[in-house]
C-alpha cells in the first residue's frame, strides 16, 4: 500500500541551525502539507502546498520556514535557524483531490 | 474557541467493552475524519464522514456525525488492547480552505 515517507525519523540539532525534513509523498498525490505537534498538543496547520506553490499558510509558518518540491518526488520544510520551540514532531501530508489526508510517520525534531 | 475539542480526553476500558469518543466543532464544515495515533507515532486515517451523511461504518468503527448540534462520535466495537492509542477528529476548515483542524484528542487505553 503506498505511504507517505518522512526522514530522518528523529533529528536533533543545535538552536540556531537550519534544519531540512524530507518527505516523499504518494506518487499521484497533488496536495501535501506540513503540520507539526509539540509534545501533548493538538496537531497544527503549518503549510499546504499545491500546484508548485504555497496555496496557505498558518500564522507560525514565518519566514524562517520554507518549503520546496525541489524534483516532482521530494517534498521539504526548511526551518533556517531552529529555535528551542521549535522542538515537535513534524508531520508531512498528502491527498490526491479534496477528500483524506495520508499522513506520514513524522519527524521528531529536538532543539537544543 | 477551539475547532474540535474531544471529550473524554482520556478514557479506560476493559478488551471486549465498547469505547465512545465525542467531538464538537465550532463553524461549518464539509466533512469530518477521524484519525489515530500510536504514542510518538504517527496519524493513521480511520474514516471520513461527509456534511449530508449522518452515519457511517468501516469494520468496528462506526462514526455519526450532527451538524445540527456540531458533533460526531467514533464507536469503537469490541475494543482489543491494540487499539490502545490517541484519536482525533479533523475538520476540513471553514471558507474553503483546504486545511485540517484537528481536535485535542481523547486518550484510549484498552486493558486485556
Known amino acids: 500500500e503506498p505511504e507517505v515517507t518522512q526522514t530522518p525519523s528523529h533529528q536533533v540539532t543545535q538552536m540556531g541551525q537550519e534544519v531540512i525534513l524530507h518527505c516523499v509523498p504518494i506518487?499521484?498525490?497533488?496536495?501535501f502539507y506540513w503540520y507539526r505537534q509539540i509534545l501533548g498538543q493538538k496537531v497544527e496547520f503549518l503549510v499546504s502546498f499545491y500546484n508548485n506553490e504555497i496555496s496557505e499558510k498558518s500564522e507560525i509558518f514565518d519566514d524562517q520556514f520554507s518549503v520546496e518540491r525541489p524534483d516532482g518526488s521530494n517534498f521539504t520544510l526548511k526551518i533556517r535557524s531552529t529555535k528551542l520551540e521549535d522542538s515537535a514532531m513534524y508531520f508531512c501530508?498528502?491527498?490526491?483531490?479534496?477528500?483524506?489526508?495520508?499522513f506520514g510517520q513524522g519527524t521528531r525534531l529536538t532543539v537544543v | 474557541s477551539q475547532q474540535g475539542e474531544e471529550d473524554p480526553q482520556a478514557l479506560s476500558i476493559q478488551e471486549g467493552e465498547n469505547a465512545t469518543m465525542n467531538c464538537s466543532y465550532k463553524t461549518s464544515i464539509n466533512n469530518l475524519q477521524w484519525y489515530r495515533q500510536n504514542s510518538g507515532r504517527g496519524l493513521v486515517h480511520l474514516i471520513l464522514i461527509r456534511s449530508n451523511e449522518r452515519e457511517k461504518h468501516s469494520g468496528r468503527l462506526r462514526v455519526t456525525l450532527d451538524t445540527s448540534k456540531k458533533s460526531s462520535s467514533l464507536l469503537i466495537t469490541a475494543s482489543r488492547a491494540a487499539d490502545t492509542a490517541s484519536y482525533f477528529c479533523a475538520t476540513d476548515a471553514p471558507y474553503n480552505t483546504d486545511k485540517l483542524i484537528f481536535g485535542t484528542g481523547t486518550r484510549l487505553q484498552v486493558f486485556p
Open positions: 506518487s499521484n498525490h497533488l496536495y
Open positions: 501530508a498528502s491527498k490526491p483531490d479534496r477528500t483524506e489526508a495520508f
